[in-house]
């Protein structure tokens, strides 16, 4: 009997708890609406215009959808290109997530659950990043090699 866990499953995996976690940082900030408290705060003016509103939700929607793809095309596809751009991904979305954590620390006053969750979702897309970088080398040297011979 094979235990060993493969790439495709760590990788499917690891984007599930992200999206998860994602949706759980997105549900942790509404929730004091259900204690009758605001739950705006300091990130500067609210989006007033429908314009500005709809492009959010936009890019929240590309947010989502993109990792939800990447598991699909994970399941699915196992050619060295769609491995290359998705470990592109996953960098993107380290980066992206770095970048949250630091302007989080700017807001006022700082919800340290929401920093906390955040640093564990960039650790999870660290690992993200190895697991996806690992599975792209491992059909590369594959492929090498039977070139060479």
């Known amino acids: 009997m094979n235990t ?16 998860l976690g994602t949706i759980f940082h997105t549900q942790l900030a509404l929730m004091p609406l259900f204690h009758g408290l605001d739950v705006s705060h300091g990130h500067g003016e609210a989006a007033t215009n429908i314009n500005e509103i709809t492009y ?3 890019l929240m ?10 598991i699909v095309g994970t399941a699915f596809y196992n050619s060295y290109r769609y491995r290359s751009i998705h470990f592109g ?3 993107v979305y380290s980066i992206m997530n770095f970048f949250h954590v630091v302007l989080d620390l ?13 640093v564990v979702l960039f650790l ?3 690992i993200l990043n190895v697991v996806s970088y690992q599975w792209m ?9 039977s070139q060479s011979s």
């Open 4 to 19: 060993k866990v493969s790439y495709l499953e760590k990788i499917i995996a690891l984007w599930t708890v992200f999206l």
């Open 56 to 58: 959010i939700l936009w």
């Open 61 to 70: 929607l590309a947010f989502f959808l993109l990792p939800m793809l990447a």
């Open 89 to 91: 991904l996953t960098v």
């Open 106 to 118: 700017f807001v006022d006053p700082i919800a340290w659950y929401q920093i906390v969750l955040m």
């Open 124 to 126: 999870i897309g660290i």
């Open 137 to 145: 080398q491992q059909g590369h040297h594959r492929i090498k090699l």
